[in-house]
């Protein structure tokens, strides 16, 4: 692998993240193209209820007597927008998901209920996939061990965790990512969202508060939910709203009986998905100290993809990770496999090792992404510059740097940090959303478009996902063509980078 800045590079946290005001003219428009939208909808709608026109997306029926399974109206945006642009999602990939990937090419002559594939492929470069280190791949010395590693334990355990599901491989892994990241012990789960979903209600419970972020995740939300712990919400990394609540929230105690809290968590991502953004992680190391209360991070986007040795937010930040109580992540990203991690204090561990849903009744992890996942970590271990896996944590770093900047010398407005490998590029209007991901897909490159729900309503966005094996001849290419899109639709519309050339010496340091 070819690294264009081979030097260690230090970090300047102190890096704020700009976040530009909706132009105008870009909000008065998607604000109409909503409207539109939600009348057509409701007309269309009608003509399908008087059975004038034929319901083409799907439908609920019932069986006599029986109320509806769920509302009309929470189908709307699929009924009427996502049957429209389901060829911008879901696209069948016919090859792996590095820094270039294959796309099968289909047609539909049934709105979307089914495809014919045509035979072809479309090679296009990937900015869609969360490969941050860029090790998804099928060849080479990791796919080697993974194979190597079915014949002696073979694919699955068919059993949970405290039964017959726990091999000396999953030891193994659970202790190199305790090293790792520099805490006592952790423990490892099949699946990301489930270390989320099914872990937090085995720390918190009835008489406890979650603080939690406005951004957090389904999976956080969803494991705060079924914790049945008390849930407020802050503003997003604002550290003076938190502090609020948690200083009100200490006075007044539980709702009716004012008794104190039992415990309070607050719970934040590293880097969060769809912003781009870091938390502040210091500040909120100093709020749980001062306020005695826990700190849950997830670090799903944020671990092997942040930090001079990729180890997160808190390597990023140069904090101490004893104090973080609770270190949760996925290998789902920057390793290229599949579940999640919580680590910290051993008696930590050994709590949620008990009590845990995810232990006690899902199976354990698949040799063969164990084995994945370990051989990737062994890389990353290694603090040696010259080898395989600071030479990958430099490459992204230096990538995330470099397309960041030009991104935003061309006059895209562009949210989160500047270290992020998240790149979000702010679209607005819904029609742009598809038009955009079309448009890109002509020219030979694949990226995630998002709107609403998934956004608020007046910010949809794409959002480019760097990675190590982009080299910077794919970077100077996406980077042309979405130059010539974004003034096809123009995108490109900032005030604070009105359009500039750029100089690759003008390169911040990461």
Aim: charged share 20%.
């Amino acid at each position: 692998m070819t690294v264009r800045d081979p030097t260690p590079v230090p970090e300047h946290p102190s890096l704020e993240e700009v976040y530009e005001a909706t132009p105008f003219s870009e909000a008065f428009w998607t604000y109409v193209n909503y409207i539109i939208l939600n009348i057509f909808g409701w007309f269309r709608d009608f003509l399908r209820r008087t059975r004038i026109e034929n319901r083409k997306g799907s439908a609920e029926y019932n069986p006599s007597g029986f109320v509806p399974l769920y509302q009309s109206y929470e189908s709307f945006y699929t009924r009427n927008v996502y049957q429209r642009i389901a060829d911008c999602f879901n696209r069948p990939i016919g090859g792996v998901p590095g820094g270039k990937l294959d796309l099968m090419e289909r047609v539909t002559e049934d709105y979307n209920w089914s495809f014919n594939f045509t035979g072809n492929k479309i090679t296009t470069i990937n900015l869609g996939s969360y490969n941050y280190l860029g090790f998804a791949n099928n060849n080479g010395p990791i796919a080697d061990n993974v194979i190597e590693s079915i014949k002696e334990n073979g694919l699955a355990t068919a059993s949970s965790t405290q039964e017959f599901g726990n091999l000396k491989q999953h030891r193994k892994l659970e202790s190199l990512v305790a090293q790792f990241l520099g805490t006592e012990d952790a423990i490892a789960f099949g699946m990301g969202f489930a270390t989320n979903a099914l872990n937090i209600s085995s720390l918190c419970g009835k008489g406890c508060l979650i603080l939690s972020d406005e951004l957090n995740h389904t999976s956080l939300v969803l494991g705060a939910r079924l914790s049945g712990a008390v849930i407020k919400v802050y503003k997003h990394n604002d550290m003076k709203h938190l502090e609020r609540l948690l200083r009100d929230s200490i006075v007044s105690g539980q709702p009716r009986t004012h008794r104190p809290w039992q415990k309070i968590l607050i719970i934040v991502e590293g880097v969060y998905s769809m912003e781009g953004s870091l938390c502040k992680l210091p500040e909120l190391i100093e709020l749980k100290k001062k306020y005695r209360a826990y700190l849950y991070l997830d670090e799903a986007h944020s671990i092997g993809a942040m930090g001079s040795r990729g180890r997160g937010v808190v390597d990023y930040w140069k904090c101490d990770v004893n104090d973080v109580d609770v270190l949760m992540g996925t290998f789902t990203k920057s390793f290229a496999a599949a579940g999640g991690y919580i680590a910290g204090k051993k008696e930590l561990i050994d709590h949620i090792r008990i009590n845990s849903h995810a232990c006690a009744y899902a199976i354990s992890m698949s040799p063969p992404v164990v084995e994945q996942i370990i051989s990737v970590l062994n890389l990353l271990i290694d603090d040696d510059e010259t080898r395989e896996g600071r030479k990958r944590i430099n490459q992204l770093a230096w990538n995330t740097r470099y397309f960041r900047q030009r991104l935003s010398k061309m006059g895209f407005i562009v949210y989160g940090h500047p270290h992020s490998p998240v790149v979000p590029a702010l679209l607005y209007s819904p029609s742009k959303i598809a038009a955009f991901n079309r448009e890109m897909l002509k020219r030979g490159v694949s990226v995630v478009t998002v709107g609403f729900p998934a956004t608020p309503l007046v910010l949809g966005r794409v959002r480019f996902c760097l990675s190590a094996s982009h080299t910077k001849e794919m970077l100077d290419d996406v980077l042309k063509y979405a130059e010539e899109v974004g003034d096809l639709l123009n995108m490109r519309q900032s005030k604070l980078n009105p359009k500039k050339p750029f100089h690759e010496t003008e390169l911040i340091a990461h």
